[in-house]
């Protein structure tokens, strides 16, 4: 009977040393799997999302070459190249006061490739076009940056003999003349509007242009012997006394043309118009695209080198985030849709 019990132990002890065994070997077997398997993951490239923009980008400019929205498009598109490290192309499309480029840019993709750049006639145009403005500010655009502002101008060709408002004013009630302005429904065209037609009831009539370069051009040629354009236009012209800037509608004088009264001092307090040039994107882009060109033009904007190429073209840089470009630009709106109805302004 002890020999049987001693064999019965020796059976149970080997079948325990056996089962602790084979634990062991599964738990081996266990970790070298999971080791295997975390070096098989490490290993693994996992797909990332592409770095934005990662391929060119196409600013379209509502209005022709030699004008300030052009003229700021290309100042900042050339820095811009540089901080995104992508090509950006610089696309003209003009025409109907900048409703052109915002109806062709309203339909591109919502990519984040795409932008308008214009003027605050894309803040007129919907009050002074109605459906005819072809877009909705509020739903086919997000608001990207105001890159610049200037006032607009009054300015006169140089054989015209007048040399102040007042003389303007005192010309105009003798003679048959005429106004050009970069299209109807910009806010230099609207300045005019309600100065000549609305305040002095003169009958000068306007000759729309596609854009403030060709304005200017107007009239430092004499096609018509008033030019009313953004302070950009016309600004060398004035320096080389080929015209005379006479009036300026801004709430404080210009540092560039410390000579040249604003219209408020000349007794005209109801005239405080600006123009400006806006990147905004089609409706629908990426938030996170927005607030990447965004921030990207903010610095450029922000640098001195650019601030001095804008200066030099009489645009004052502004920037800004895309709330406060929103908030700008719906203020905007609702000033330019007050100054369209008690001017009855109508588009040419």
């Given at each position: 009977?002890?020999?049987?019990?001693?064999?019965?132990?020796?059976?149970?002890?080997?079948?325990?040393?056996?089962?602790?065994?084979?634990?062991?070997?599964?738990?081996?077997?266990?970790?070298?799997?999971?080791?295997?398997?975390?070096?098989?993951?490490?290993?693994?490239?996992?797909?990332?999302?592409?770095?934005?923009?990662?391929?060119?980008?196409?600013?379209?400019?509502?209005?022709?070459?030699?004008?300030?929205?052009?003229?700021?498009?290309?100042?900042?598109?050339?820095?811009?190249?540089?901080?995104?490290?992508?090509?950006?192309?610089?696309?003209?499309?003009?025409?109907?006061?900048?409703?052109?480029?915002?109806?062709?840019?309203?339909?591109?993709?919502?990519?984040?490739?795409?932008?308008?750049?214009?003027?605050?006639?894309?803040?007129?145009?919907?009050?002074?076009?109605?459906?005819?403005?072809?877009?909705?500010?509020?739903?086919?655009?997000?608001?990207?940056?105001?890159?610049?502002?200037?006032?607009?101008?009054?300015?006169?060709?140089?054989?015209?003999?007048v040399k102040t408002i007042d003389e303007l004013k005192a010309y105009a009630m003798k003679e048959k003349l005429s106004f050009s302005s970069p299209g109807s429904g910009t806010t230099p065209h609207l300045t005019c509007e309600n100065l000549f037609h609305v305040i002095w009831k003169t009958d000068i009539t306007h000759i729309p242009y596609?854009?403030?370069?060709?304005?200017?051009?107007?009239?430092?040629?004499?096609?018509?012997?008033?030019?009313?354009?953004?302070?950009?236009?016309?600004?060398?012209?004035?320096?080389?006394?080929?015209?005379?800037?006479?009036?300026?509608?801004?709430?404080?004088?210009?540092?560039?043309?410390?000579?040249?009264?604003?219209?408020?001092?000349?007794?005209?307090?109801?005239?405080?118009?600006?123009?400006?040039?806006?990147?905004?994107?089609?409706?629908?882009?990426?938030?996170?695209?927005?607030?990447?060109?965004?921030?990207?033009?903010?610095?450029?904007?922000?640098?001195?080198?650019?601030?001095?190429?804008?200066?030099?073209?009489?645009?004052?840089?502004?920037?800004?985030?895309?709330?406060?470009?929103?908030?700008?630009?719906?203020?905007?709106?609702?000033?330019?849709?007050?100054?369209?109805?008690?001017?009855?302004?109508?588009?040419?």
């Open positions: 009977m002890h020999t049987a019990l001693t064999t019965q132990l020796k059976v149970k002890n080997n079948f325990i040393k056996e089962r602790a065994q084979l634990k062991l070997e599964m738990m081996a077997k266990t970790i070298t799997l999971g080791s295997l398997l975390a070096v098989l993951l490490s290993t693994v490239a996992i797909p990332s999302q592409a770095a934005y923009p990662e391929k060119p980008i196409r600013l379209t400019v509502s209005f022709p070459p030699g004008g300030p929205v052009d003229m700021a498009a290309r100042i900042i598109g050339n820095r811009l190249s540089d901080v995104l490290k992508q090509s950006v192309i610089v696309d003209n499309k003009t025409g109907a006061g900048g409703n052109v480029g915002a109806q062709i840019v309203a339909k591109y993709p919502n990519d984040g490739y795409n932008f308008l750049v214009t003027s605050s006639s894309y803040a007129v145009n919907p009050s002074l076009y109605g459906e005819k403005a072809g877009y909705n500010p509020q739903k086919d655009f997000s608001p990207v940056i105001i890159i610049a502002t200037q006032p607009n101008v009054i300015s006169v060709n140089e054989k015209v003999p596609r854009g403030a370069g060709p304005a200017s051009v107007a009239v430092v040629g004499g096609e018509t012997p008033i030019g009313c354009t953004a302070v950009a236009g016309v600004f060398q012209f004035h320096k080389q006394g080929k015209v005379r800037i006479i009036g300026v509608s801004s709430t404080e004088r210009v540092s560039d043309l410390p000579e040249v009264p604003t219209l408020q001092e000349l007794g005209y307090p109801q005239i405080q118009d600006y123009t400006w040039v806006a990147v905004l994107a089609p409706a629908g882009t990426s938030p996170d695209q927005v607030n990447t060109i965004n921030r990207a033009i903010a610095k450029i904007v922000a640098e001195p080198d650019t601030k001095e190429k804008l200066s030099q073209a009489g645009l004052i840089p502004v920037g800004g985030t895309v709330a406060q470009t929103t908030t700008y630009i719906n203020n905007e709106l609702k000033h330019w849709s007050k100054v369209v109805i008690e001017t009855k302004a109508k588009p040419e």
